[in-house]
């Protein structure tokens, strides 16, 4: 057989990684140039036509006639079809552990004891170029059990437990909104969802069928069934390519835009060979309701982040209906994320998290939900009690139908239907958490402990979201004070002066902070919304 030709990609402005020849093959490359060449113009219309949607979608619910898709009625109303069935090795879900893929945290939430792995190229990932190769190479070391890991501080080391007791792995590449700038072909960035999704299924699809499983991703940022069309064609495309059969790839959709919330019936269909399941993503779903309305007056306007629980009215009936569609149509739904980070030296401060959430848990399983997130391993048992509890020996509950569930359009939006305003606190604290996770992403951490929480960039964007929100529409806070731009600058400002103080002037002076502050400010404040905050952001990382 004839060496492969060498890849049309060109990489550009990287420095060299060990082991980058592992997985920058010239077949792999060929293969992303493929991928690129084929459907880089489909997902170019696809973004063009986010931004025409969000116009008329933002009109409309100021209108009152939101609805969902009268041209894919028939869709919603056919009650004969039905996603594919799960895999053997995605058949149980009740406890989902995610992060970034450094070689520790790989070893870790491999060995967590959750059922799955959600391996995060994406928002728990600051894609530089060393995370987005080695995060590569970290996989394909696991599944060849060729990874341990020495923390060079503690020199605790870690490797991985016997084969039958490892997380399935179900892989996140990057949103379709980003490129990957260090990859061109003629000049041009590829997308980094298709560098992300083409690297890993290249180098390990047939891998994970030999170990009884299969190449599983998580799709995020979705915001229509065009997009779910987009990324089941490119499954048709990959499987055909590296000769597995059809229908091996499995796909599991976050529902965390507005926009994806009308369409769920629709995502599944598109994806009905290759569905496993929806997600409900707490975050982000919050940060696209603000995006998407907000210009649209009092009655959209979110109250602090923490004060918009799963049990807020709106949210409630996006939770729901995600539960009565997935089982609807034989799909998982998988809940949202506990993203409490246990204390090592507060007991108190654990015991209440720790009831929290068991309380979250215990409501997603009694909802009916399949399986839910945690952000870290101490949070795996608790999880798993809750859906023990319900589920017991059966591996899911798909069979509760939930036909009880009758959600209207105008549910999804009733915002105002939450009885919580926006506090001064609730401003202080999205520039406090904002300013000291955007000052890790830009040293390239994605997923950051911040006050006893595990934040990854759908935080950083509720919060820029919501300064940006309560500034545009006056909201006046309990203490008297209204939001404007010279408040936030000058809140910004004092705790920036807290941070100095607290971690000292040699380590203020070594990290990112004053252009995480400068650049928290430039997103929350410009009259010019950016779309997404990281892609500003990543023209300021290094690497």
């Given at each position: ?14 420095e ?5 020849e ?6 792999a ?16 219309e696809?973004?063009?036509r986010?931004?025409e ?15 969902f ?14 996603v594919?069935?799960?895999?053997a ?23 967590s004891?959750?059922r ?6 994406e ?5 530089t170029w060393?995370n987005?190769?080695?995060?590569q ?24 437990k016997?084969?039958d ?22 000049g041009r ?8 999704f083409?690297l890993?299924?290249?180098h390990n699809?047939?891998?994970?069928i030999e ?11 979705t ?19 590296v000769g ?5 790839v ?9 926009t994806?919330a009308?369409e769920m ?11 496993s ?25 979110l109250?602090?982040?923490n ?11 996006y939770?729901?209906l995600l539960?009565?569609?997935?089982h609807?149509?034989g ?10 980070i ?5 007991a ?24 839910s997130?945690v ?9 798993m ?11 899911n509950?798909?069979?509760?139908l939930?036909?009880?569930?009758d959600?209207k359009?105008?549910?999804l939006?009733a ?6 305003k926006?506090?001064?606190?609730g ?16 040293r390239?951490?994605?997923a950051v402990a911040?006050?006893?929480?595990m934040e990854?960039?759908?935080t950083?964007?509720?919060?820029r ?7 545009n529409a006056?909201v ?11 408040l ?10 807290k ?5 000292g002037d ?8 004053q252009?995480?502050?400068d650049?928290?400010?430039?997103v929350?404040l ?18």
């Amino acid at each position: 057989m004839s060496a492969p030709a060498p890849s049309p990609l060109a990489i550009v402005d990287a420095e060299p990684l060990p082991r980058q020849e592992e997985v920058l093959t010239d077949a792999a490359l060929a293969f992303v140039a493929e991928l690129h060449r084929l459907f880089t113009p489909r997902r170019d219309e696809l973004l063009a036509r986010r931004a025409e949607r969000r116009t008329a979608f933002s009109t409309s619910a100021r209108t009152g006639t939101l609805d969902f898709l009268p041209e894919t009625a028939q869709i919603r109303e056919d009650d004969s079809w039905r996603v594919a069935p799960a895999p053997a090795a995605l058949n149980d879900r009740r406890v989902e552990i995610t992060g970034p893929t450094d070689r520790k945290m790989t070893i870790n939430a491999l060995n967590s004891g959750a059922r799955v792995w959600l391996a995060d190229f994406e928002d728990a990932s600051a894609p530089t170029w060393e995370n987005v190769v080695l995060g590569q190479v970290n996989l394909k070391d696991a599944y060849a059990r060729n990874i341990d890991f020495t923390d060079p501080k503690s020199g605790k080391s870690y490797a991985l437990k016997d084969t039958d007791e490892l997380a399935t792995v179900v892989m996140r590449p990057r949103g379709w909104h980003l490129e990957e700038r260090h990859l061109k072909f003629d000049g041009r960035a590829v997308p980094g969802a298709l560098v992300d999704f083409g690297l890993y299924f290249f180098h390990n699809a047939k891998r994970l069928i030999e170990l009884g499983k299969g190449p599983y991703f998580y799709l995020p940022k979705t915001e229509s069934h065009l997009e779910a069309r987009l990324w089941n064609d490119i499954f048709v495309f990959a499987q055909d390519y590296v000769g597995i059969p059809q229908g091996t790839v499995r796909a599991t959709v976050l529902i965390e835009t507005i926009t994806a919330a009308y369409e769920m019936e629709e995502i599944l269909y598109e994806l009905r060979d290759h569905a496993s399941g929806l997600n409900a993503g707490r975050w982000d779903y919050l940060f696209s309701i603000v995006k998407n309305f907000r210009d649209g007056g009092a009655k959209f306007v979110l109250p602090d982040r923490n004060a918009v629980t799963m049990t807020a009215p709106f949210m409630r009936a996006y939770t729901e209906l995600l539960v009565r569609t997935c089982h609807k149509r034989g799909a998982h739904a998988i809940g949202g994320m506990a993203a409490f980070i246990p204390s090592r030296r507060d007991a108190e401060v654990n015991k209440v998290a720790f009831e929290k959430v068991k309380n979250d848990k215990d409501r997603e399983a009694g909802d009916g939900f399949d399986g839910s997130w945690v952000a870290h391993p101490d949070l795996v048992p608790i999880a798993m009690a809750s859906f023990d509890a319900v589920l017991g020996d059966k591996p899911n509950q798909k069979d509760r139908l939930r036909e009880d569930v009758d959600v209207k359009a105008e549910d999804l939006i009733a915002i105002d239907s939450l009885d919580a305003k926006p506090t001064y606190e609730g401003l202080r604290n999205a520039v406090q958490v904002g300013t000291r996770y955007i000052e890790a992403w830009l040293r390239g951490l994605g997923a950051v402990a911040i006050f006893n929480l595990m934040e990854d960039a759908a935080t950083a964007e509720i919060s820029r979201s919501q300064i940006w929100q309560w500034i545009n529409a006056g909201v006046v806070f309990e203490n008297g004070e209204t939001a404007t731009a010279d408040l936030a600058r000058k809140v910004a400002a004092e705790e920036l002066a807290k941070i100095r103080e607290e971690i000292g002037d040699e380590a203020f002076q070594a990290g990112n902070w004053q252009q995480a502050h400068d650049l928290l400010l430039t997103v929350s404040l410009d009259a010019d919304y950016a779309d997404f905050l990281t892609l500003p952001a990543y023209e300021q990382l290094t690497g």
